[in-house]
Every structure is written in C-alpha cells, then in structure tokens.
C-alpha cells in the first residue's frame, strides 16, 4: 500500500467512477484501476462492490475511505508545513550569546528578522563567551556568538569578525578634537575598564602596559553597555568594540585609535548537528547587520 493507492482510492469514492477519478488526479482511467487493484490485493480486501457495473464502496472500503481522507489531509498539511519551513514562515531559533552584541546588536537584528519572519521563535540566551561555549558543547542551543579564540574539538567555530577597538570620550572632551587617537593619549586619564573576569581586561591592561601608559583605573564593570554609560556621564575614557560604538553613537564621541586591540567574536555551532534552514537564513540576515553595523559606525567614526 502507498500514498497514490489510496488518493486513487479516494478519488474514486469521491467522484464515483474510475473517469471522474482519473480527471481529478489528472491521470489515466487504466491508471486508476491498476492502482485501486494494487490497494484490494495489497490489503487483501474488496473495495467496491462491482455489481452492476457500478463502483459502490463496501462496508470494508467505507471504513478504509474515512482512513484515506485523514491520510489526504495529513499529506496536504505535511505539503504545507513544507512550504512554510521553505518559506521560514515557521521555526524555532535558540541563541546564546555575549553580553557586548547580545544587549544592543542583537536585539534589533532580531526585531528585524521577526518583522520579515513573524512566524519564526527565537530564544535568546545572554551569557558570558564561555558560558556560550559550554552551551553550544552541550547542545542547550542552534547557535552562538562569543570572543574569541575557542579550542574545543565539539564546538564548530566560524569568525563572525576581527575588528578594531575603538577609542571613546565624553562628549566635548579634548580629546575629541583629534581625529585619531594614541595609546599615549589616554595617560593620567580616568579610564573605565572592564572586570577581571571579562577575558577583554587582561589584553587591554597588557595593551597599555606594552606602551607605557599608565591609566587612572578607579572604575570598572562587567558590561561594555555600561562601559558607554559610564563615558556618557563624563566619568572617563574607554576602548569599545564598533558593536557597542554602534548603540551609542550619539551618546559619546568615538575616535580610531593606532595602533589598536583586535575583537575578536566567533560564530559557534555544534559540530555534529546540522544547522536548520531558518538558522542558516538567521545567519545570513545576522551578518548583513553586522555590515551595516561597521559601515555606520566607519562613516561616522573613521574605518
């Protein structure tokens, strides 16, 4: 038995000959009475009663028939749900990602995609870079984005980009007046830093060490977002990746700095599950956000 015996099956009940069946399906009546043959031997039944010369279901083939229509309808909904996962009407994505795009970047990305997609679920999980990788590792999610570098043999890694720091002050600071910034400029300055538990802390500290310079460092945090605040309110000078630049471009002056700190984020997927469609198309929609990003943040800032 299969799926065209029994839409032949049904047609045939439903339009009452083997011709009307035939037009329905769009196919031949010989057709139609060898697939209605292959069902009666294959279910070792009889379908129809002939007598007469007329096709009238038996009582075995009106039950079978109640059978089929559920079966027609579960076919079409299967088609449908198809079309729709093609179309990313439906679907469901889990992300886990750091708190420098996960608190700013990402939510009006995915304010986008659900204005394109409104059928799609997306969860959002903000955690520390490697919390995000003992998730993608243990897969609690589809997808994640977190600093790099990783090394773990279970967890697939693309970069999602390897940018510069930017430097950035309060706005009407001296400092911006200059166009691009030293290392040097930020000596004897009140610098907000970040926690020592943020992995970007240990690199900037060493950053400035190599060049001599030495930072007033009485304030720190965990969060480049709040990192932006702290520099709005005049309360000192910051490097902030072009993500977190992005939010607060009309909250503090952004500067290039030479030489620069690299930042680094990574893409993170499980290496043994495939990516769904709708993730892939999340993916690609992610990183044409991400371009906009830089390019906005080039434009008003210096690349």
Known sequence: MNIRQLEAFRATVTAGTVNGAAEMLGTSQSTVSRLIGHLERSLALALFDRANGRLVPTPEG???????????????????????????????????????????????????????????????????SARVEDWIAAQQTDFGLAELPFSRADVAVDEFCRVPYYAIVPPGHPLAARRELQPRDFDGLPFISMTSVCQVRHHVDQFFDTHGVRRVTHLETSYLQAVGEFVHLGMGVALADPFTVHANLDRVEARVLRPSLDFGVGLLYPRHRPLSKVCRTFIAFLRESRDRCFSEVSARCGA
């Not at 009106?62 to 439906?90: C, K, S, T």
């Not at 679907?91 to 708190?99: F, K, N, R």
């Not at 679920?121 to 955690?127: A, D, G, T």
């Open 62 to 128: 009106q039950l079978i028939f109640e059978q089929a229509e559920h079966a027609h309808r579960a076919h079409a909904r299967i088609q449908e749900l198809a079309a729709d996962v093609r179309q990313n009407r439906v679907g469901q994505i889990a992300i886990s990602c750091m708190p420098a795009l996960g608190l700013s970047f990402l939510p009006g990305v995915v304010k986008a995609f659900c204005d394109k997609y409104p059928g799609v679920s997306i969860s959002l999980e903000i955690q520390s």
